[in-house]
């Protein structure tokens, strides 16, 4: 389970034509591929993960949860612009011998995708069993299953959409504003952002759990209390977790990225999009996601031929995608138990 790194020794070019060379993706795997190659699960990482999935997703991915390594060949990518290993702001530019920083490509969930495919091939996967992902993990997992249909045998999207929403692309903008109104941003050092990148893990917090989550895990016991409130500790708690392990500059190119999602763009809109898609899809919604709100999702089912939805409740909001893995582990055990009795009774089934 440690870490891999896969070097593309040519150009790779952005889907804004922008070019990159040098382009290092880290990734991790567990288990090993069976003789068929028929064992494949994907795993599409969100906003600020890395690639070791059994770490920030266990109940769902571990050595005894529904995707194990005795069974399964599992991958999980450190996306380009995350510096967890990946090609990043962070990382040193050839022409200048010094860190990209802001002069960093501007990237595009296709590009991750991309870069999903490269590395795919370079390990010779020809089929993918079941790709996953979560929020904008989700997001090119859609992508990818748009671009390699044929890839792609079930496709699990969670708490995501077809194209990123006014309301989450706002949410996005109030965190790139607090990033940039901190000056050392446009210091062109490693620690640039920091305090501005505090309060946007602030704000993004807000949208991933509920009015219900906050008044119940942060509410004072004291009628008395002034000040020093228990939900403003825990708002610097995590503001301040997040800068210890992420930096400003991954986290505003992501966040463009996000913001520039749409399946639809360049191929006659969403619904026609995600028509495209051959892969076996479940679809599963948070009941109390503010961010990814469940008719998203619904779009999602309706327009991928043979979709299924499903609904999960959480007190969590957006993050019950990463809390509730035993809903979700229940729904997707279901989901590929079916669709394994139908792929046998086809082939059972006597040719006319």
Aim: hydrophobic share 40%.
């Amino acid at each position: 389970m440690s870490i891999h790194k896969f070097n593309y020794n040519k150009t790779f070019r952005f889907e804004n034509g922008k070019r990159l060379k040098g382009l290092q993706i880290a990734y991790h795997t567990y288990g090993r591929l069976n003789t068929r190659k028929d064992n494949v699960v994907w795993v599409c990482h969100a906003l600020t993960a890395n690639s070791d999935v059994f770490d920030w997703w266990p109940g769902l991915f571990g050595e005894k949860d529904l995707f194990n390594p005795q069974e399964h060949f599992i991958i999980c990518a450190n996306i380009i612009g995350s510096h967890y290993g990946s090609t990043s702001p962070l990382s040193i530019d050839p022409s200048t011998d010094q860190p990209y920083y802001l002069s960093f490509p501007q990237f595009s969930i296709r590009d991750l995708v991309a870069a999903h495919e490269l590395l795919a091939q370079e390990l010779g996967i020809g089929k993918i069993k079941v790709l996953i992902g979560g929020s904008l993990g989700g997001q090119q997992a859609m992508e990818w299953a748009i671009s390699h249909p044929d890839r792609i045998e079930s496709l699990i999207l969670l708490a995501t959409n077809a194209q990123h929403s006014p309301w989450g692309i706002a949410f996005n903008e109030s965190q790139r504003l607090a990033i940039s109104a901190d000056r050392t941003f446009f210091a062109n050092k490693a620690d640039g952002g920091a305090k501005g990148l505090k309060v946007a893990r602030s704000i993004a917090l807000l949208s991933y759990r509920t009015y219900e989550t906050y008044g119940a895990t942060q509410l004072e016991n004291s009628d008395e209390k002034v000040d020093d409130y228990r939900a403003s500790s825990y708002q610097n708690y995590q503001g301040e977790k997040l800068v210890k392990r992420f930096n400003a500059y991954s986290y505003w190119f992501l966040s463009k990225a996000m913001d520039a999602h749409n399946v639809g763009r360049g191929r006659n809109g969403a619904q026609q999009a995600l028509q495209t898609i051959r892969a076996k899809t479940l679809v599963i919604g948070v009941s109390s996601d503010l961010l990814f709100p469940l008719d998203e999702q619904q779009f999602l089912a309706k327009h991928i031929r043979n979709a299924k939805f499903a609904a999960i409740n959480s007190f969590y909001g957006h993050d019950g995608f990463l809390i509730e893995t035993k809903q979700i582990s229940k729904e997707i055990a279901a989901f590929l138990k079916e669709n394994h009795s139908n792929r046998l009774n086809e082939i059972l089934q006597p040719h006319s």
